[in-house]
């Protein structure tokens, strides 16, 4: 294996994780790769015209300096910004993520890893192209695309038919055709209401009402700050100590941490979604989907309302905004043998508070992280903790270790 194809960290992943941290070890000066395409889940597996529930000034990578952050790209670009109020749009974030991949992170190769194997010396890579890098250290940061969770009723049926909201990018292939949305949250209240504008004849199916989020009463009074505390993941207390204590989080019993990892923040729709459903897309509550099956025109299903009574619902395809359910197994990259040897507590890694799992040196973040660190650390907000952490522990243990082994290679050649 050539030198060239070694390194002290790898960063599997260039999303707003990957990205954050591949630009604080650069300024801490350790020798990292990192792999993928810049934004990629962002670019490919959010629908076009989608915007974010997250407020303009939670909406940043993470450099140490914080000179790149949202706000500051929008006003080079003269796109239109607040800080509250003025939701960005998926397509303005991703047009800033790889601006800061090409200002910040220009060595970033876009190369596919297939494997990561344990070794000795580290942990063995291989990629698509054929090629292989030995690392030290691993950081997988590969977001929420292999976690799309499809219901039971919808398994083993061709993604023809059946697909998660995360299959889609441009939703104008619906154009014409009777598509049944289900779920009731933001991912669902966004994609039928694209849907709907698409030329789609849309369904929304959901167990319960669709509630949509209300809008900020701006600018907020003093009553509204100290009641409702704005925080990058939302006004309220809670989440303004999940945000500012992470590692107290961590400290807390496991099972109140899950709980809150599942429980805490509403996946209700933003108030800017409500004029795009309303009205317009045709909407089927209190109902679950108990069977689905291929028919000749589409999809039959039997949806159950929460009474027992049954009724039956043809559409052309159905989409599942069913959220998303990250488990380790899921990772097709991690080697069989890597895999068993990772503590896992309901699919998830066991971390340390340095992001560190069982297996020395790899280490997750983003949604596999959470029920470590607390809800933040689910969003691109939460990039700002983690890589500030990640590089301080890298910085502290592998530039010992080069040095040691620089000492010894250099008294080697003395001795020869």
Known sequence: MRDSEECDVAIVGAGPFGLSIAAHLKTRGLNFRIFG??????????????????DGFATSLYDPGRRHSYAKYCADHGIPYADLGLPPTAESFVDYGRAFQKALV???????????????????????????????????????????????????????LVSHSSDHHDLSIFKGRKV???????????????????GANTHLISRRPVSFGERMRLPRTLYDRIRWPTTVIGPNWRSLLLVKLPLVFHRLPLDKRLKLTRTHLSASPGYFTKDMVVGKVTMHSDLSPREAAPDENGVRLKLVDRNGFEQEFLADHVICCTGYRPDLSRLPFLSEELLSSIETVEGVPVLNTWFESSSPGLHFVGALSAPSFGPVVRFACGAEFTAARIARRLARTIRPHVMRTQKKTALALRGQ
């Open 37 to 54: 395409k810049a934004m990629e889940n962002w670019a490919s597996r959010m629908p076009k015209g989608m915007m974010l529930k997250s």
């Open 106 to 160: 220009p060595t970033l190769e876009e190369r596919v890893v297939t494997s990561i194997e344990k070794r000795d010396a580290g942990y063995l890579m291989k990629f698509a192209d054929g090629g292989e890098c030995l690392s030290r250290s691993v950081i997988v940061a590969t977001g929420l695309g292999y976690f799309g969770n499809v219901p039971p009723p919808f398994s083993g049926i061709s993604r023809q």
């Open 180 to 198: 049944a949305v289900i779920g009731s949250g933001a991912s669902a209240a966004d994609t039928a209401g694209l849907l709907h504008r698409a």
